[in-house]
């Protein structure tokens, strides 16, 4: 559906809809999902709005998925998740793997480029949710958004609590035993260029569980997540990987 040169016929609209895993009652939706600000000299009949209001639904359910994902978060991290999750460089990149590049309508000025502008596919995928809500509302926009970002939820969720179990164990500790964590290396084994490390956290007398790590940093972080799942503030599944939401 973009207007690049060579291209002589869209496909229809409900071979656009299928392509892309929806099911719209209403196809005007969609194509003015569709329409880029530069296809149209009416602005009114182009995405502008529909992104606008795509944008906050998206956030909404984002929200929820990690609200009901992870329980024992701290609000900080859930709003750096969301804040990667819902960003412009992972919307486009969830738009171009749905293959919604495709179909965008575009102006002459912008189907000169090689690739569809990172801004324009993350607002089109917001106004393709925006278009979804309308037609079916929340619960299918839900379950759209959730099918094209549970991954994208999962891997920033699993990089934020990589980088964050000391921070979690430091605020219970501060918290409700009025102690600071320490950590303690136990062993060390290897080469000096490839050591790994053996570390357990101490709080007041009780030592925890140590854990390797191929640096002290991530041998830390292991013996924090070991302290908070002994502790009862993560669950003992956090041994392996986090439980997966339910659309």
């Known amino acids: 559906m973009n207007n690049v040169e060579g291209v002589h016929e869209y496909p229809s609209l409900e071979e656009i809809q299928k392509a892309l895993g929806v099911d719209l009652r209403d196809p005007s939706l969609l194509e003015l999902a569709l329409t880029h600000a ?17 944008d906050a639904i ?5 929200c929820e998925a ?10 900080g991290d859930l709003t750096r998740i969301k804040s990667a999750v819902v960003s412009r460089r992972t919307c486009a990149a969830v738009a171009r793997k749905m ?5 965008v309508r575009l102006g002459k000025g912008i189907t000169c480029q090689s690739d569809v502008p990172r801004s324009v596919l993350s607002d089109a995928l917001e106004s393709l949710i925006a278009a979804v809500f309308l037609d079916g509302g929340y619960a299918a926009a839900r379950r759209f958004v959730l099918k094209h970002f549970r991954s994208v939820i999962e891997q920033a969720a699993s990089a934020q609590q990589d980088q964050n179990f000391k921070s979690l164990l430091q605020h219970y500790a ?3 035993l009025s102690q600071q964590p320490h ?3 136990l062993d060390e084994q290897g080469p000096d260029h490839a050591k790994s490390f053996l570390i357990a956290v101490r709080l007041g007398e009780r030592q925890f569980t140590p854990q390797w790590g191929r640096t002290k940093k991530e041998a830390e972080q292991k013996a924090a997540k070991e302290a908070l799942i002994a502790l009862g503030e993560l669950p003992p599944e956090y041994k392996e990987e986090t439980g997966s939401f339910q659309a």
């Open 58 to 62: 998206l956030a909404a359910v984002i």
């Open 174 to 176: 501060q918290k409700y």
């Open 38 to 54: 530069s296809f149209s000299e009416d602005h009114s009949r182009s995405n502008e709005r529909l992104e606008f209001l795509g």
């Open 183 to 185: 950590y303690v290396v």
């Open 99 to 103: 293959g919604l590049d495709k179909y």
């Open 66 to 75: 990690l609200y009901r994902l992870y329980p024992n978060m701290l609000e």
